[in-house]
């Protein structure tokens, strides 16, 4: 999606991301240029992208009795070190950017617009479970997914007038009623996404337009619940969002 947009010469004026989200928003945020594009294609379908959820399963649940997450929190800092910088902060950035993640001890969303950009996006990606919590001054930061997953809002309320949505295909499809006892858990947070981003777009105001782009399709094999370790079909997937939102930003034009 990234490529395409840039490809047609729409450069961003802000942007703000959550989760994964904020990775790759920090990323162009660094270098709005379409070079960006496919440095992070490169990047996440490189062996190092593996690494972040690549613990073996014994070191996986050996972490896990002992804590309160299955991953080290290493292998995504090497990554964001490597892409972003060590010492960037977000008065570094060409592009302003915000990213959003969970504080524990408030019970509430917290935007990110200043200080260092790593710590920010690993707060932003700490998926409860998956990667630690990420402690900052005095809170406790979580993936910012599990209260602001897809931030058109907080682009609004930020001045956009012009919102392009980068989603990770998931609102493209259907739910069903859980059939799995670890379905369960992730129907009721999609669930809890989609009405929150319904909403945010139906409350958009007139003079604001929202472009949700599209993915170009997915497979049964993106809701599994080991899907989130899985690199090997990432350059398909980005060839066909690649293609699809093309076709649609020409149509749209």
């Known amino acids: 999606m990234v490529r395409a947009l840039l490809h047609a010469g729409i450069r961003p004026d802000l942007v703000v991301g959550t989760s994964i989200g904020a990775f790759n928003g920090a990323a162009v945020a660094a270098d709005p240029d379409e070079r960006v594009a496919e440095r992070l294609t490169e990047l996440w379908v490189s062996p190092e992208a593996r690494t972040v959820y690549g613990d073996s399963l014994p070191r996986q649940l050996g972490r896990f009795a002992r804590r309160t997450h299955l991953h080290s929190q290493a292998p995504l800092r090497r990554l964001l ?12 950035l060409p592009v302003p950017f915000q990213c959003c993640a969970a504080s524990i001890e408030r019970a509430a969303e917290h935007w990110f617009d200043k200080g260092s950009v790593v710590e920010a996006v690993l707060a932003s990606s700490a998926v409860p479970g998956l990667l630690p919590p990420v402690h900052l001054g005095d809170e406790h930061f979580i993936d910012g997914g599990i209260v602001n997953s897809v931030p058109v809002g907080r682009a609004v309320t930020l001045g956009a007038r012009t919102v392009f949505v980068m989603q990770v295909g998931r609102i493209e499809r259907p739910l069903r009623p859980p ?21 945010e777009l139906s409350e958009a105001p007139p003079e604001v337009t929202v472009h949700v782009l599209p993915t170009g399709g997915g497979s049964a094999r993106d809701d599994s619940p080991l899907s989130y370790r899985d690199m090997t079909l990432a350059r398909a997937r980005i060839e066909r969002a690649y293609q699809a939102t093309s076709a649609y930003l020409e149509a749209a034009a």
């Open 179 to 199: 059939r799995r006892p670890w379905e369960v858990a992730q129907v009721a947070f999609e669930v809890a996404r989609r009405h929150r981003f319904a909403r």
């Open 81 to 92: 070190t490597r892409e972003l910088g060590a010492d960037t902060t977000f008065d570094d």
